[in-house]
Nanobody
């Protein structure tokens, strides 16, 4: 069984930065792509970013491109999301997820393990 635990969320002002971390249990972390998704109140969960199994290929939602950076450290079984120039519309519960595939995917149905989420609130 794979467990994903997110951390690093919090309250930040507009224009600020946060780095989210997601620690994974198990020995297969390095074999699969990882992703970040988010869900704001009253909205559906949406894709944010994904990184391939070796970290060489990344994709981002248009809304975060140029502001967020996803990365992974396979030696530490951890994936990160560096967020900068934060906006109020970035406020959401952020989830990390492990894909069923080694290559990056923007589709939530390609992910079979999910964390509990970490709250990010951007205040104006």
């Amino acid at each position: 069984q794979v467990q994903l635990v997110e951390s690093g969320g919090g309250l930040v002002q507009v224009g600020g930065s946060l780095r989210l971390s997601c620690a994974a249990s198990g020995r297969t972390f390095s074999s699969y792509a990882m992703g970040w998704f988010r869900q704001a109140p009253g909205k559906e969960r949406e894709f944010v970013a994904t990184v391939s199994w070796r970290g060489g290929i990344t994709y981002y939602a248009d809304s975060v491109k140029g502001r967020f950076t996803i990365s992974r450290d396979n030696a530490k079984n951890t994936v990160y999301l560096q967020m900068s120039s934060l906006k109020p519309e970035d406020t959401a519960l952020y989830y990390c997820a492990r894909s069923t595939l080694p290559q990056s995917s923007v589709q939530s149905h390609d992910y079979n393990y999910w964390g509990q989420g970490t709250q990010v609130t951007v205040s104006s």
